[in-house]
């Protein structure tokens, strides 16, 4: 083969135009822009009219100046986006607003009679301390008891095998197991038994122990995750320090270890705040059954809404707190790596 025909084999051949035009790779964004603008225009017209407004600008300069162009048409992404989100909430709120005023305030007087809350509201309130009580001692005990179960299941050996099998089934035992059945089977069965101090066992510490055991088996495998997150070389430059295995857990992991579960662990006790209302099945007076009392004497449903409100106020900030420590921790991953 000549050097005539070498050039020839090798030379390229013409260049297919990018679909995306001069632009480059890039795809061109009329298209979805125009659809989520003409969307904004549906639901809230002021906001859409102006994201449609900086839509043409950009179609205009898009054969010239293609850079301002995508400017012009980010920014009208943007107030069609606000566009479309404020009018899903617009519509919703006016949904509920709909919803309670229909057929003469139904809404309203079935589930929040004034007359029916204020003359009941202390007896309520007073219900709902129960419950709050039996939630923060019980989110202390549950935290001891979860983090017992975890290190057990965490030790090294051949020799704590029965006892790493002991925490296994526990944990499988307890986490298939609902928590209305264990109340039932704890506050109802114990006292049959006549064992000693179980059977004596008052319809409060009967709960606790209920609750204890059913949420122990689920925040123990939160700190077990814990633990695993924690770098081997943590517990190995601990155990090279001459520290035991317990104690390198205790001084080293499980501080760090806690710290990376505190959003989870915030998400069970949250969930531990709610079944807290499953005690009334052992006829606590707790919120839940003073509200069916209530409820049953003043034929309204009423109470139950009130009781409702009363989980929100702990609930809601609980959650609000949850999220700022996950976002916390998500800027302190990010910033180590």
């Known amino acids: 083969m000549t050097k005539d025909d070498m050039s020839t084999a090798i030379e390229p051949g013409p260049r297919v135009a990018s679909p995306a035009g001069p632009g ?21 017209p002021p906001l859409g009219l102006a994201a449609g407004w900086r839509y043409l600008r950009g179609v205009r300069r898009w054969p010239v100046e293609r850079d301002a162009a995508r400017v012009e048409l980010a ?6 986006g606000y566009a479309v989100s404020l009018g899903i909430l617009l519509g919703l709120v006016a949904f509920v607003a709909l919803v309670f005023l229909a057929d003469d305030h139904a809404v309203y007087r079935t589930f929040f009679d004034a007359s029916v809350l204020r003359p009941n509201l202390r007896y309520l309130a007073a219900g709902f301390w129960i419950n709050v009580k039996l939630f923060l001692v019980g989110e202390v005990v549950i935290l001891v008891w979860s983090t017992l179960v975890a290190v057990v299941r965490e030790l ?4 704590a095998g029965p006892l790493r099998a002991v925490a296994i089934v526990y944990t499988d035992v307890f986490r298939g197991m609902p928590v209305l059945l264990v109340l039932l089977i704890v506050g109802l069965g114990l006292p049959r038994t006549g064992l000693p101090v179980v059977s004596h066992f008052d319809d409060f ?15 123990s495998e939160v700190i077990r995750a814990g633990i695993h997150s ?22 080293v992991v499980l501080p760090q270890a806690i710290r990376h579960t505190v959003p989870p ?10 079944d807290t209302a499953l005690v009334s099945v052992l006829g606590i007076l707790d919120a839940v059954n003073r509200a069916q009392a ?9 109470p139950y809404a009130g009781v409702a409100l009363f989980y929100l106020v702990i609930t809601v900030p609980l ?12 800027r302190r991953r990010l910033a180590r790596s």
């Open 205 to 219: 510490q009967a709960a606790l122990v209920a609750l204890t055991l059913s949420y122990g088996a689920y925040i």
């Open 156 to 159: 090294p050996g051949p020799a």
């Open 319 to 330: 959650t609000r707190l949850t999220d700022h420590l996950e976002r916390r921790n998500r």
């Open 24 to 44: 480059g790779a890039r795809r061109d964004p009329r298209r979805r822009t125009l659809a989520l603008v003409l969307l904004g225009c549906l639901l809230l």
């Open 75 to 80: 920014t009208a992404r943007l107030w069609a």
């Open 265 to 274: 662990l915030l998400n069970g006790f949250i969930s531990l705040q709610k």
């Open 294 to 302: 209530t409820s049953s004497y003043a034929a309204s449903l009423s």
């Open 230 to 251: 924690v770098h081997w070389s943590q517990d190995a430059a601990a155990r090279s320090l001459g520290l035991s295995h317990l104690q390198s857990m205790r001084l």
